[in-house]
Structure formats: C-alpha cells, structure tokens
T-cell receptor, first 114, second 116 residues
C-alpha cells in the first residue's frame, strides 16, 4: 500500500508564482486534511475535506485553495506565493468520523518562497 | 485558548536508557490524546491514542499515560534504540469539525536524540 503520496517533495517558488501541491491516498478514506508545519510550531490545519465535493477551511486557509473531485485526490493550490508560505506541508487522511480515527500522513512537501 | 505544551524541548540520551516525555494541555472539550513519532523529513506516525477513560496504553517499548483530571500525559520509552531518534508530538483531539472529523491541536514536539 502506498498510503498517502505527496508531490513534489521540494519546490522553490518566486513571490507571486502559483503552484499546486498534489496529494493522493489509496486507502479509500473519506477524510483528508492539509497541514503546514513551521519551525518550532505545531502543525496547523489549512483545509480539510469530509468527502468528494466537500471542503472546509481550517485554522490558516488564507492564500490557499483546495478541491476534492475524487475520493483519492486532494490538491492544495497556492495562487500568489508569499514568503510567509515557506513551510513544510503535510497531507493526511483518515477513515471516519470516530473521534479516535487515526490520521495517516504523507511524507511532506517542503516549499520555499523567495 | 486551546494549547498543547511539551517538555523538554529536546533531549539526548544514551542507547539502552529509558526516558519520559511530558505533555500538558488546555484543550476543551477533550476527545482523545495521541502521541506521534516524526522522523526527520517524514510525516508523523501514530504511536498511541487514548480517550479520557484510559490511563495507560502501550505500543511495544512506548507507554503513554493520561491523567484527564490534571490534563497531563507522558510518553515513556524503554530501552531506547538509535532508531528512536525523532520528534515526538503530543496531539489533543477536541471538538468536532463542521461535517465531521476532529479538530486536532498539535504540540511543538520533543526532539529526542539517542546516542551510542
């Protein structure tokens, strides 16, 4: 099982450029999440989705957009990259509403905006 | 404000020794508490999940404890190995997000290094 796959692993962007971070899972999970991890900080939720066609904002959604056209894929779009978006981004998925559902994380995408 | 605080921030121990990592939280409402291990350059991996009614849970050489009254948790690592070198993150699950799923509050992690 591949689990949660994120691409690219590394990317350098110039201010104002756009890009999409890809996330795919093969576990048929309904719930998918995007987090960012900044140095010395806990992971912060950007956007999440409870199923195909449904997305919601998390704690830090500004500057990002998402879509969920299929159960498997949950891409994160940066429209106008800013230095404040330099971070490591993690996609995660889980299988249900149970409060104890376990999140499976991807390996992360390190983004630098110069 | 919902917060999860971990201590120490970093720790160096010799291989074979035991260690205990601490987690204090102020998250309310409380659903469950999780410990994750994050290797350098990788995503977090779940070690344990405990609800408020569980005092202790083990996963191999990892044993987590929870005191829901004092809002404290600990992760004890026994007979440490070089492969235990990683960041250990305490995560508290709170209220339900719109549409389902849980709002998770992440600690900043304890960076553990195990040396020969």
């Amino acid at each position: 099982n591949a689990g949660v796959t994120q691409t690219p692993k590394f990317r350098i962007l110039k201010i104002g450029q756009s890009m999409t971070l890809q996330c795919a899972q093969d576990m048929n999970h309904n719930y998918m999440y995007w987090y960012r991890q900044d140095p010395g900080m806990g992971l912060k939720l950007i956007y999440y989705s409870v199923g195909a066609g449904i997305t919601d904002k998390g704690e830090v959604p500004n500057g990002y957009n998402v879509s969920r056209s299929t159960t498997e894929d949950f891409p994160l779009r940066l429209e106008l990259a800013a230095p404040s978006q330099t971070s490591v981004y993690f996609c995660a998925s889980s299988d249900g509403r149970s409060g104890a559902n376990v999140l499976t994380f991807g390996a992360g995408s390190r983004l630098t905006v110069l | 404000k919902n917060q999860v605080e971990q201590s120490p921030q970093s720790l160096i121990i010799l291989e074979g020794k035991n260690c205990t990592l601490q987690c204090n939280y102020t998250v309310s409402p409380f659903s469950n508490l999780r410990w994750y291990k994050q290797d350098t350059g990788r995503g977090p991996v779940s070690l344990t999940i405990m609800t408020f009614s569980e005092n202790t849970k083990s996963n191999g050489r990892y044993t987590a404890t929870l005191d829901a009254d004092t809002k404290q948790s600990s992760l004890h690592i026994t007979a440490s190995q070089l492969s235990d070198s990683a960041s250990y993150i305490c995560v508290v699950s709170g209220f339900i997000l719109t549409g389902g799923g849980n709002k998770l509050t992440f600690g900043t992690g304890t960076q553990l290094k195990v040396e020969l």
